[in-house]
């Protein structure tokens, strides 16, 4: 879902250019007009010093999409780690091959999905961990771990640390 700011910083800036659109979401932008090379060079200037990037290679916006399906998947509240399947799910809503998206996500971004999946989880651990609400048990079956230990395992091998090093530290940290 685009932001309500995100999404008039781009309608203005369409606007600006005598462009109409027709939808802004995220990831996409449909306008009713042809973009001369012209209004792309400067949509993307201003989409840039707004913070924002313009993807115009068809490639790079479907990486964006997985990109997107993968963090939405794990902040759905009714989120249930035991019919997760990542590829199946990229597979129905993408349309495409599951060989030729995994290929593609690592050819344009240098890592799998599986390490993007895993990075993300890594993130989400963090963030568990941080707000303390959950334990460790809790943790490892929200985000789909096969035990606390592998849990475990991969966030040291990610990070550097333990979890529970990391949950000290940052207790710590609020504390000073």
């Not at 999404?7 to 203005?12: A, D, G, L, P, Q």
């Not at 200037?45 to 999409?65: F, H, N, P, R």
């Not at 344009?108 to 961990?129: N, P, V």
Request: aromatic share 10%.
């Amino acid at each position: 879902m685009v932001s309500s700011r995100c999404k008039m910083f781009v309608e203005n800036e369409l606007t600006k250019l005598g462009l109409h659109c027709t939808n802004v979401a995220l990831g996409e932008i449909d306008v009713k007009e042809e973009i001369t090379r012209d209004q792309l060079i400067a949509l993307k200037t201003s989409l840039d010093e707004g913070g924002l990037d313009l993807l115009a290679d068809k490639k790079e916006i479907l990486v964006e999409k997985i990109k997107i399906i993968i963090v939405e998947m794990f902040n759905y509240a009714d989120y249930n780690p035991s019919q997760l399947n990542f590829s199946e799910c990229l597979k129905q809503k993408l349309q495409y091959d599951y060989t030729y998206l995994a290929n593609l996500f690592s050819q344009t971004t240098g890592i799998t999905i599986e390490h993007y999946i895993i990075a993300h989880k890594i993130e989400s651990i963090k963030s568990l961990l941080s707000y303390g609400e959950l334990n460790l048990n809790e943790i490892s079956y929200k985000l789909n771990y096969r035990s606390v230990a592998h849990l475990s395992n991969q966030f040291k091998q990610n990070t550097g640390h333990t979890p529970s090093f990391y949950k000290a530290y940052i207790t710590k940290k609020r504390a000073v």
